[in-house]
């Protein structure tokens, strides 16, 4: 089985002291190709140099987060531009809409959102998009946008059956995170994952967040790592009903068409 984790936040100062042996963890465990998430200038630099490190088995994305929305200037953007052009970078992002916090304004963020898929259009990258209590705007501005776009996956989908096939009808992807292991509030994206259709289907860990509650024993200090994101093929394969070595055939099959891994 080979899985590849297509957003983990490998450049977390919380991997700092042990990410080599993280990376050890995640190939024993089947999980063979990273794409490492960048959430600002900073990370998304990190996150290239760390991918550059170990070709054919680390990858990044570079963009700004909607909580950093406020620093995206001119100046970052030209740099994201730069990053774009390395070959270790395969997706502009994670950008998007987060209207849940509001860390930066609203206004800033659907401006810093606008200009990363512009870049993406332009340097011809799929794009990889948060979106938290903002669909209908994140939607309008994604329709706008979406001809130009190579391919787009919203990570992390927890939303709603209508929001699912408000995305599909763009022909987007979605990813699944731990979020699903939840016994309480997966339940939604348990159902709702059902209607996806294998080849939009993709996972990833989010580590260190969003650490899957069946994860045993408890990983320290609570952290999620990439080695666990055999949980979440299994949690996503019980939902779909089908065998977990088929979906993580199909999820790894979808990853490396969106990506070009
Ligand atoms: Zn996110």
Redesign the pocket.
Known sequence: MELIDIGVNLAHRRFDADRAQVLARARAAGVTRLVITGTSVAASQAAAALARERPGELWSTAGI?PHDARHASAEALAQLRTLAGAPEVKAIG?C?LDFDRNFSPPADQERAFEAQLELAAEVGLPVFL?ERSAHERFLAILRNARPRLRGAVV??FTGSAAERDAYLALDLHLGITGWINDDRRGLGVRQVVQGVPAERLMIET?APFLTPHDARPRPAGGRNEPALLPLVLAAVARAVGRPAAQVAEETTRAARAFFGL
């Open positions: 987060h994670e998007g948060h990570h992390c989010d």
